[in-house]
């Protein structure tokens, strides 16, 4: 009996709910039509302008897995010259507009090396390590990155 009793209540709860909302669709609906609306304003689109470095910002972490640090990379930045991992469906073209974005640098040039899978042995289990995409970028001559060099 206390099952109904509880079922009941829910389903009531719903139906009222359900009331409120049809309810304040109406005077949404009132308040609309109350509104004059000028000629002017319907002929006139308006133009949405997104800021470039958030809408930029945005793809640059599809693109850029991470700044690959080495020893040879920090050699690297002493020149101009940073290296990243990168996804192994982008281009250089991708590759330039997200560091462009991301850091706001000028690049000059970048290069792409594809790193080989390699087979790895842990005593008798043998796999393959696998394989990735880096990128060396270089930028404009007096500008740093500055989160990759401390």
Do not use: C
């Amino acid at each position: 009996m206390a099952l109904k009793d509880i079922f009941k209540k829910i389903t009531s709860s719903k139906k009222e709910e359900k009331k409120d909302k049809k309810e304040v669709k109406k005077v949404e609906k009132k308040e609309k039509a109350k509104k004059p609306v000028k000629k002017a304003e319907k002929s006139t689109p308006k133009k949405v302008v997104k800021s470039k470095k958030t809408a930029s910002e945005g793809f640059a972490y599809r693109i850029l897995k991470f700044p690959h640090i080495t020893e040879k990379a920090t050699i690297l930045a002493e020149n101009n010259q940073y290296v990243f991992v990168v996804y192994n469906d982008v281009n250089k073209i991708e590759i330039r507009k997200a560091v462009e974005a991301l850091y706001d640098v000028k690049v000059l040039s970048v290069q792409i090396i594809k790193m080989p899978k390699k087979k790895r042995r842990v005593g008798k289990v043998s796999g393959w390590r696998k394989g990735y995409k880096k990128a060396v970028v270089r930028i404009k001559e007096g500008q740093k990155i500055e989160d990759l060099t401390s």
